[in-house]
């Protein structure tokens, strides 16, 4: 039996329930997917980035409040849920521009490999989350 008789799988009528948990997404796919979750990101939270820029730009007194915001809270939300929220915006804002460029360098070289792919999605995600728990420690006053 040669490699090219070898029959795949076939994935006709796919069940969400016992299909999608045994198949395994490659790292662009995974980078792909992130990237498209976290411009929705982004873009649903747009409010909050635009209340905390106004905020934290308007006066000294505004800016007190701002940074209270991550210590007291914000109305009934406890600031550790404002913090998470932050982080959730550093890795969206980290991850949507490292795989923008990663793109961006793929179609301007026109380097569409598997291999470069693979490799690309890998740095792609390691750089995002690195990025994020480095920054998420400051955040979070662990230095």
């Known amino acids: 039996m040669t490699d090219l008789s070898k029959k795949r799988p076939e994935f006709r009528n796919i069940n969400a329930f016992k299909d999608l948990t045994t198949y395994r997404l490659p790292a ?6 992130l990237h ?12 909050f980035i635009i209340w905390m820029f106004d905020t ?5 007194l505004s800016f007190e409040r701002f940074t ?4 007291a809270g914000i109305g009934f939300v406890p600031g550790w849920f404002v913090k998470l929220v932050v982080l959730g915006l550093i890795w969206a804002y980290l991850h949507h ?15 569409v490999t598997k291999e ?3 490799s690309s999605a890998v ?5 995002s ?3 994020t728990v480095i920054l998420g420690a400051k955040l979070f006053g662990l230095y």
């Open 116 to 118: 470069f792919g693979k």
């Open 129 to 131: 989350l690195g990025l």
């Open 56 to 60: 934290s730009l308007s006066s000294e």
């Open 28 to 33: 662009a796919g995974w980078v792909s997917i």
């Open 123 to 127: 740095v792609t995600l390691v750089l």
């Open 97 to 111: 521009f490292i795989a923008g460029v990663r793109h961006l360098y793929m179609d301007a070289t026109h380097k």
């Open 36 to 47: 498209r979750v976290s411009g929705a990101l982004m873009f649903l939270l747009m409010p």
């Open 68 to 71: 209270s915001a991550f210590v």
